[in-house]
T-cell receptor
Framework: GENVEQHPSTLSVQEGDSAVIKCTYSDSASNYFPWYKQELGKGPQLIIDIRSNVGEKKDQRIAVTLNKTAKHFSLHITETQPEDSAVYFCAAKSGGNQFYFGTGTSLTVIP | DAGVIQSPRHEVTEMGQEVTLRCKPISGHNSLFWYRQTMMRGLELLIYFNNNVPIDDSGMPEDRFSAKMPNASFSTLKIQPSEPRDSAVYFC?????????????FGQGTRLTVV
């Protein structure tokens, strides 16, 4: 099956700086890569996703890049704000219906 | 739509007792997933259903765990007997099967504590 690795496990940045979280996957058949944000006491919520036919996608301060050859994808958050503090999960979906999640990155934005 | 609804939000039970977690997926979604989240292992897929049929239960830890989906709007995850190591947050998620590359929507989770 698919194996998704995520780094770093924790990340602290100053407010206004950028944050980058990286993930790798193993199954070249994976074709959909969502990113989830989980706030304390809540379930994960989708913040951005990318499909395998696209190399980059941007939504305001959030962007995701995908390198299919290297099998890695990254989340970029610019101009970070305290409310960005949360745990972020990457995931990969292959031809089946399962989502395979990374182990999560705890992001802290320091005011 | 109210989203994926899980109950209870919190459950504290004694070791050996039976625990039943409940999930109502988003109306019209025909894939349902049960995940377990712990600090050590992150988000683990336990089982998922397509059109009420269990497709992959290889993530179910052992025979003490069972899941059912008697209809399109309801699923249960049962642990019998429960053990302290089952303590975790259990999430239910749903998505539309025909939308091949779309997100799974998560519920708020059930925090289970087995003492």
């Amino acid at each position: 099956g698919e194996n998704v690795e995520q780094h770093p496990s924790t990340l602290s940045v100053q407010e206004g700086d950028s944050a980058v979280i990286k993930c790798t996957y193993s199954d070249s058949a994976s074709n959909y890569f969502p990113w989830y944000k989980q706030e304390l006491g809540k379930g994960p919520q989708l913040i951005i996703d990318i499909r395998s036919n696209v190399g980059e996608k941007k939504d305001q301060r959030i962007a995701v890049t995908l390198n299919k050859t290297a099998k890695h994808f990254s989340l970029h958050i610019t101009e970070t704000q305290p409310e960005d503090s949360a745990v972020y999960f990457c995931a990969a979906k292959s031809g089946g219906n399962q989502f395979y999640f990374g182990t999560g990155t705890s992001l802290t934005v320091i005011p | 739509d109210a989203g994926v609804i899980q109950s209870p939000r919190h459950e504290v039970t004694e070791m050996g007792q039976e625990v039943t977690l409940r999930c109502k997926p988003i109306s019209g979604h025909n894939s349902l997933f049960w995940y377990r989240q712990t600090m050590m292992r992150g988000l683990e897929l336990l089982i998922y259903f397509n059109n009420n049929v269990p497709i992959d239960d290889s993530g179910m830890p052992e025979d003490r765990f069972s899941a059912k989906m008697p209809n399109a709007s309801f699923s249960t995850l049962k642990i019998q007997p429960s053990e302290p190591r089952d303590s975790a947050v259990y999430f239910c998620a749903s998505r539309g099967l025909l939308s091949m590359n779309t997100e799974a929507f998560f519920g708020q989770g059930t925090r289970l504590t087995v003492v």
